[in-house]
């Protein structure tokens, strides 16, 4: 299928109502982060340098922690490493977060290492491998993504659906189904193997250049994926 073809010949059929309601420009934004004003001038075609000094002092700022806070208190999910479950750290929560927005402003903030976890793989006899990170990691990576989504957003390609906002599979089928009725008939199946596994740093500037950096917040990113995995039977380190 040629590239141009698929731009010129196949119109974006329309989605369902609730699809359709859900991608309402920039509705899903966190707007302890993000202003009406930021979010012009992000999708202006302003270079990144311009339309924001630093994003960084947004992610540990503790409105933004108590937002990601609440989506992981919603969502529950098992300890990490250090085996701190969600209703204890809520028994906490202010100080926490508190000492979490510290240790992001003065740089000293390390993500614990991922609880390594087996689950069974769907349709076959195998299990495949679960990183479960700590609460409080949990948390940082909320705070971040609330930074980071809007700027890669404007990164991603229209045709794209996969783990964005307000589209999904169901948008996928929906733009495969035009293209089939359009008269393409030729599908390439293809995907990349262990992405961010070996040079995580440079394959997160490649993603998004815009996105890189101590100003947004990029560098704690970079930090998660240099993690160590702990398995059953390993010591946690404490230092």
């Given at each position: 299928?040629?590239?141009?073809?698929?731009?010129?010949?196949?119109?974006?059929?329309?989605?369902?109502?609730?699809?359709?309601?859900?991608?309402?420009?920039?509705?899903?934004?966190?707007?302890?982060?993000?202003?009406?004003?930021?979010?012009?001038?992000?999708?202006?075609?302003?270079?990144?340098?311009?339309?924001?000094?630093?994003?960084?002092?947004?992610?540990?700022?503790?409105?933004?922690?108590?937002?990601?806070?609440?989506?992981?208190?919603?969502?529950?999910?098992?300890?990490?490493?250090?085996?701190?479950?969600?209703?204890?750290?809520?028994?906490?929560?202010?100080?926490?977060l508190s000492r979490l927005a510290e240790q992001l402003r003065g740089g000293t903030y390390a993500p614990q290492p991922v609880r390594r976890a087996w689950?069974?793989?769907?349709?076959?006899?195998?299990?495949?491998?679960?990183?479960?990170?700590?609460?409080?990691?949990?948390?940082?990576?909320?705070?971040?993504?609330?930074?980071?989504?809007?700027?890669?957003?404007?990164?991603?390609?229209?045709?794209?659906?996969?783990?964005?906002?307000?589209?999904?599979?169901?948008?996928?089928?929906?733009r495969v189904d035009t293209l089939l009725q359009a008269g393409h008939v030729w599908v390439v199946d293809a995907d990349l193997k262990s992405y961010f596994?070996?040079?995580?740093?440079?394959?997160?500037?490649?993603?998004?250049?815009?996105?890189?950096?101590?100003?947004?917040?990029?560098?704690?990113?970079?930090?998660?994926?240099?993690?160590?995995?702990?398995?059953?039977?390993?010591?946690?380190?404490?230092?």
């Amino acid at each position: 299928m040629n590239q141009n073809d698929d731009a010129k010949s196949a119109p974006v059929a329309a989605a369902p109502q609730q699809v359709e309601d859900a991608r309402a420009p920039w509705g899903w934004v966190e707007r302890a982060v993000w202003t009406e004003s930021m979010l012009t001038r992000l999708t202006s075609g302003e270079p990144a340098d311009r339309v924001w000094f630093t994003l960084v002092d947004k992610t540990y700022a503790l409105a933004n922690l108590h937002s990601a806070f609440e989506k992981v208190w919603r969502n529950g999910g098992s300890a990490g490493a250090d085996q701190q479950t969600v209703e204890h750290l809520a028994q906490h929560a202010e100080e926490e977060l508190s000492r979490l927005a510290e240790q992001l402003r003065g740089g000293t903030y390390a993500p614990q290492p991922v609880r390594r976890a087996w689950i069974p793989k769907l349709g076959s006899k195998e299990q495949r491998p679960l990183g479960i990170p700590a609460v409080r990691d949990r948390i940082v990576q909320g705070a971040l993504r609330h930074v980071l989504e809007p700027i890669f957003e404007t990164e991603f390609a229209e045709q794209s659906y996969g783990f964005r906002p307000g589209r999904g599979a169901k948008d996928a089928l929906w733009r495969v189904d035009t293209l089939l009725q359009a008269g393409h008939v030729w599908v390439v199946d293809a995907d990349l193997k262990s992405y961010f596994r070996h040079d995580s740093a440079r394959a997160v500037a490649r993603a998004c250049p815009s996105a890189g950096g101590r100003r947004t917040g990029a560098g704690a990113g970079e930090k998660f994926l240099a993690r160590r995995r702990v398995g059953r039977g390993q010591r946690l380190a404490t230092h």
